[in-house]
């Protein structure tokens, strides 16, 4: 991805949605480049993300907390309290299917919205909201559909390039909070790679410390993206 390619932009400081009182603004690559499909795989890898139909990377003058990470997926091992997620919800079928707006997928994003996110600006998303945040016409994107028989109780939204897959976007039934469904999701995205034969899983960012983001941390081992490229978390 070299910078004769493809241009990229600038946005306004917006609100950051990580710390309160913090604007933040991101670097966005031109979305109407040409073959962004193409250019998905060396974005991941210099630490961008994709929202909807943008790849974009954070760029704030004053913080640089928001660190690309990805999972080694062949040298993962799960810890004990994977082990027992994974155990909790030997019940569930993994289905992989094809990405797109279906009403049941629908119902349980706006559920899981209303509970996680109230009054935060997407508790009230439409049936375009949800198409145009977790697929674009460019992406290689599956979903991975967690089933309790017939039911639907979680769905996560997968990326699958050459050199990895990217998890997009996660969202469950909420009242089932014992079941640890987010990790379970990892954990399964994980075990797609390997069946994949790919060799990375990325998370998007870790944060330091943040009590929603620092879990990633768990899932070793862990590359974090420095500016001399990535390095093995805890090997820096």
């Given at each position: 991805?070299?910078?004769?390619?493809?241009?990229?932009?600038?946005?306004?400081?917006?609100?950051?949605?990580?710390?309160?009182?913090?604007?933040?603004?991101?670097l966005?690559?031109?979305?109407?480049?040409?073959?962004?499909?193409a250019?998905y795989?060396?974005?991941?890898?210099?630490?961008f993300?994709?929202?909807?139909?943008?790849?974009?990377?954070?760029?704030?003058?004053?913080?640089?907390?928001?660190?690309?990470?990805?999972?080694?997926?062949e040298?993962?091992?799960?810890?004990r309290?994977?082990?027992?997620?994974?155990?909790?919800?030997?019940?569930l079928?993994?289905?992989?299917?094809?990405?797109g707006?279906?009403a049941?997928?629908?119902?349980?994003?706006?559920?899981?919205?209303?509970?996680?996110?109230?009054d935060?600006?997407?508790?009230?998303?439409?049936?375009?909201?949800?198409t145009?945040?977790?697929?674009?016409?460019?992406?290689?994107?599956?979903?991975?559909?967690?089933?309790?028989?017939?039911?639907?109780?979680?769905?996560?939204?997968?990326?699958?390039?050459?050199?990895?897959?990217?998890?997009?976007?996660?969202?469950?039934?909420?009242?089932?909070?014992?079941?640890?469904l987010?990790?379970?999701?990892?954990?399964?995205?994980?075990?797609l790679?390997?069946?994949?034969a790919?060799?990375?899983?990325?998370?998007?960012f870790?944060?330091?410390?943040?009590?929603?983001?620092?879990?990633k941390?768990?899932?070793?081992?862990l590359?974090?993206?420095?500016?001399?490229?990535?390095?093995?978390?805890?090997?820096e």
């Amino acid at each position: 991805m070299r910078s004769e390619q493809v241009r990229l932009f600038q946005t306004l400081p917006h609100p950051c949605g990580y710390f309160a009182g913090r604007s933040a603004q991101n670097l966005v690559i031109d979305p109407a480049a040409p073959q962004l499909d193409a250019l998905y795989g060396p974005a991941l890898e210099r630490g961008f993300r994709r929202a909807g139909g943008h790849l974009y990377f954070p760029h704030c003058p004053q913080c640089n907390a928001c660190t690309p990470c990805r999972i080694d997926a062949e040298n993962f091992r799960p810890d004990r309290s994977q082990r027992r997620c994974l155990k909790r919800n030997a019940d569930l079928t993994v289905v992989e299917a094809m990405a797109g707006y279906t009403a049941e997928r629908h119902a349980l994003y706006a559920s899981y919205l209303k509970s996680r996110h109230p009054d935060g600006g997407m508790d009230d998303a439409e049936a375009s909201d949800f198409t145009r945040f977790l697929t674009a016409p460019w992406s290689p994107t599956l979903f991975l559909e967690l089933r309790l028989g017939p039911r639907l109780l979680g769905v996560a939204v997968t990326d699958v390039c050459p050199a990895g897959l990217s998890a997009v976007y996660t969202f469950f039934d909420p009242t089932e909070q014992s079941r640890s469904l987010g990790t379970f999701a990892i954990l399964q995205q994980v075990a797609l790679a390997r069946r994949r034969a790919v060799p990375w899983l990325y998370l998007g960012f870790w944060i330091e410390g943040h009590p929603k983001m620092d879990y990633k941390r768990r899932f070793r081992p862990l590359q974090v993206r420095r500016p001399d490229g990535w390095k093995t978390l805890g090997e820096e």
